[in-house]
């Protein structure tokens, strides 16, 4: 092929085509990402206290979070149940690594039909977050999540809200494992 040409489609999919033999041929299943260990204190069972900013006037709540290993350890599933003020609110967020796109993704939804998908490169300077834009209460919001492990059972992540261009807190949550 030159330097020029593009390949073919049946030479970009060459991996799951028939090989010359007549076999089918299919990519092997990677290795889980040696960066969900970074997901680690993700793990388990909480009860959360959290602190919502975006009122008027401050209000405080109660939450517990459950988050386990699916799809064989290549995502975290992290499920909040919100009991107080606003019982009845379910939220889960499904979170891995990327290969292809060498970050963290995470998707969010909850039982209101809330929405979003995150990202971010993973830990630095003590800090985990992921960013991205949600469809929350009728809007689109860019959001940004930032995790900090105090110790092994408690850690805690700041929430904020992009507005025009400014971030500014929207909620803080310590998540106490039970």
């Not at 060498?102 to 630095?124: I, M, N, V």
Request: aromatic content about 12%.
């Amino acid at each position: 092929m030159s330097a020029q040409s593009q390949p073919s489609p049946d030479e970009l999919a060459r991996d799951s085509v028939p090989a010359d033999s007549g076999a089918v041929v299919f990519p092997e299943r990677p290795e889980i990402p040696v960066e969900m260990k970074q997901l680690d204190f993700l793990l388990g069972e909480f009860r959360v206290e959290y602190t919502n900013l975006t009122t008027e006037q401050v209000t405080t709540g109660s939450a517990t979070c459950t988050t386990r290993p699916v799809a064989d350890g290549r995502f975290y599933e992290m499920t909040q149940r919100v009991a107080v003020p606003a019982p009845g609110i379910v939220a889960a967020y499904l979170i891995g690594w990327s290969a292809v796109d060498q970050a963290f993704t995470s998707f969010y939804y909850d039982d209101w039909g809330h929405h979003g998908t995150l990202t971010g490169p993973g830990w630095d300077d003590g800090h985990f977050k992921i960013a991205g834009d949600t469809a929350v209460f009728g809007m689109r919001h860019r959001f940004v999540d930032d995790y900090e492990v105090i110790d092994d059972d408690h850690f805690v992540k700041h929430g904020y809200i992009d507005v025009d261009g400014q971030l500014v807190p929207g909620d803080i949550l310590h998540f106490h494992r039970s």
